[in-house]
């Protein structure tokens, strides 16, 4: 009867102690697959994360380059040695001298400069006339925007004025 009375001793309060241990464990195992289960949504959203800047900077690499482009375009200055040297390669290429470059003051078109220039070009009428075609035509990215009006041709002399555009930065 001792031995069933110091059994029994020793049983009821480990049978006390454990389910109280099991509960505290089950709680310690529940908050442990909580955090778990956060860090692993935190890491997905940081690889997520992660992927999205390297789209971001693959983005801003092309929106810089889109930019320059723009910038050729549409220049921050105006200034009309620039465009004196597009007029200038175009007629070489196509066969045709420049005579005359008289710009006119610059002028404001908010929030556009501009100004234009009185040209004289002799050569062949084709050729000049691909000339004009090919300054007036919708700018490339990468090429300057120049329009060309008030064409007046006479025998082999022609002349047209050249309008040229400036954006200027505004900070």
């Given at each position: 009867?001792?031995?069933?009375?110091?059994?029994?001793?020793?049983?009821?309060?480990?049978?006390?102690?454990?389910?109280?241990?099991?509960?505290?464990?089950?709680?310690?195992?529940?908050?442990a697959?909580?955090?778990?289960?956060?860090?692993?949504?935190r890491?997905?959203?940081a690889?997520?994360?992660?992927?999205?800047?390297?789209?971001?900077?693959e983005?801003g690499?092309?929106?810089?380059?889109e930019?320059?482009q723009?910038?050729?375009?549409?220049?921050?200055?105006?200034?009309t040695?620039?465009?004196?040297r597009?007029l200038?390669s175009?007629?070489?290429?196509?066969?045709?001298?420049?005579?005359?470059?008289?710009?006119?003051?610059p002028?404001q078109?908010?929030?556009?400069?501009?100004?234009?220039?009185?040209?004289?070009a002799?050569?062949?009428?084709?050729?000049?006339?691909?000339?004009?075609?090919?300054?007036?035509?919708?700018?490339?990215p990468?090429?300057?925007?120049?329009?060309?009006?008030?064409?007046?041709?006479?025998g082999?002399?022609?002349?047209?004025?050249?309008?040229?555009?400036?954006?200027p930065?505004?900070?």
């Amino acid at each position: 009867m001792k031995v069933v009375a110091v059994l029994l001793a020793l049983i009821v309060p480990l049978a006390a102690y454990f389910p109280t241990i099991a509960i505290q464990r089950q709680e310690q195992q529940e908050r442990a697959d909580e955090q778990l289960h956060q860090l692993d949504q935190r890491v997905e959203q940081a690889l997520s994360a992660q992927r999205k800047m390297q789209q971001f900077l693959e983005e801003g690499a092309h929106l810089t380059t889109e930019l320059e482009q723009l910038r050729v375009t549409l220049p921050p200055k105006l200034t009309t040695a620039n465009i004196l040297r597009t007029l200038e390669s175009a007629a070489t290429r196509h066969g045709v001298r420049l005579t005359r470059f008289a710009p006119r003051p610059p002028g404001q078109w908010p929030p556009l400069q501009v100004v234009s220039i009185e040209t004289e070009a002799e050569g062949p009428s084709i050729a000049i006339e691909t000339l004009l075609r090919e300054l007036g035509e919708k700018p490339q990215p990468g090429q300057r925007f120049l329009a060309v009006s008030g064409v007046t041709a006479a025998g082999t002399r022609t002349s047209f004025v050249v309008t040229g555009y400036a954006l200027p930065d505004p900070r």
